[in-house]
């Protein structure tokens, strides 16, 4: 029952979205438009629920010729490849904006387990433990809360299991107004530089509530 009153939300949150950010979408495809050469929207091929795959939708924030289809965290120096509007939009989190249509048309949710790129193998494997490929990916989502990019597989795929076991409308709720003042600081993101994650929250430290 709740499944349904989640997707009814995220329509309806989706749409009001949209019409509210509209002067903000505006003013960053004007941004990137004079920034740099290439498309507004950058897409990338995804795994969605029940493990479809989906184009999900960000503002473009890096060069066209930045290799595909690579985490940025796992880039070798990745600032060469990120544009100046760029660096803004992915430190303010806005280039995620685009993720809102995503919603509106149910490819997402607003919150869920963040979407595997599609040769995330060793991800998705472990997300088939927990149940965590059968519902839809999120905007954002327990693992983003507690260590977004530092976190292992293991562990990203444990917590989105425990979000699996516990959903609910008060969880979600929880999760959303959690999320704010982690993009406003920018916890737990890598930019890149070594190749290599370094969890940095264990699993044991997360507790829910």
Request: overall charge positive.
């Given at each position: 029952?709740?499944?349904?009153?989640?997707?009814?939300?995220?329509?309806?949150?989706?749409?009001?979205?949209?019409?509210?950010?509209?002067?903000?979408?505006?003013?960053i495809?004007?941004?990137?438009?004079?920034?740099?050469?290439?498309?507004?929207l950058?897409?990338?091929?995804?795994?969605?629920?029940?493990?479809?795959?989906?184009?999900?939708?960000?503002?473009?924030?890096?060069?066209?010729?930045?290799?595909?289809?690579?985490?940025?965290?796992?880039?070798?120096?990745?600032?060469?490849?990120?544009?100046?509007?760029?660096?803004?939009?992915?430190?303010?989190?806005?280039?995620?904006?685009?993720?809102?249509?995503?919603?509106?048309?149910?490819?997402?949710?607003?919150?869920?387990?963040?979407?595997?790129?599609?040769?995330?193998?060793?991800?998705?494997?472990?997300?088939?433990?927990?149940?965590?490929?059968?519902?839809?990916?999120?905007?954002?989502?327990?693992?983003?809360?507690?260590?977004?990019?530092?976190?292992?597989?293991?562990?990203?795929?444990?917590?989105?299991?425990?979000?699996?076991?516990?959903?609910?409308?008060?969880?979600?709720v929880?999760?959303?107004?959690?999320?704010?003042?982690?993009?406003?600081?920018?916890?737990?993101?890598?930019?890149?530089?070594?190749?290599?994650?370094?969890?940095?929250?264990?699993?044991?430290k997360?507790?829910?509530?």
């Amino acid at each position: 029952m709740y499944l349904f009153v989640k997707r009814t939300a995220d329509i309806i949150l989706s749409l009001m979205a949209l019409i509210l950010l509209s002067p903000i979408f505006l003013i960053i495809i004007i941004a990137i438009k004079i920034d740099s050469k290439g498309p507004i929207l950058f897409k990338q091929k995804r795994v969605g629920i029940h493990k479809k795959h989906f184009n999900i939708l960000k503002f473009r924030t890096m060069r066209i010729d930045t290799p595909k289809d690579i985490p940025t965290h796992l880039l070798e120096k990745p600032e060469q490849y990120i544009t100046r509007v760029g660096k803004f939009l992915r430190k303010t989190s806005l280039d995620e904006l685009p993720q809102i249509i995503n919603i509106f048309f149910g490819d997402m949710s607003i919150i869920g387990p963040r979407p595997a790129l599609w040769n995330q193998y060793d991800l998705i494997e472990e997300r088939d433990k927990y149940g965590a490929n059968d519902i839809r990916p999120g905007l954002s989502g327990y693992a983003q809360i507690y260590g977004r990019d530092t976190l292992t597989i293991a562990e990203k795929a444990k917590l989105d299991g425990e979000y699996v076991k516990n959903i609910s409308l008060w969880f979600d709720v929880k999760l959303f107004f959690s999320t704010i003042p982690y993009v406003l600081k920018g916890d737990g993101v890598v930019e890149g530089g070594t190749g290599k994650v370094n969890p940095v929250v264990g699993i044991e430290k997360v507790e829910l509530k």
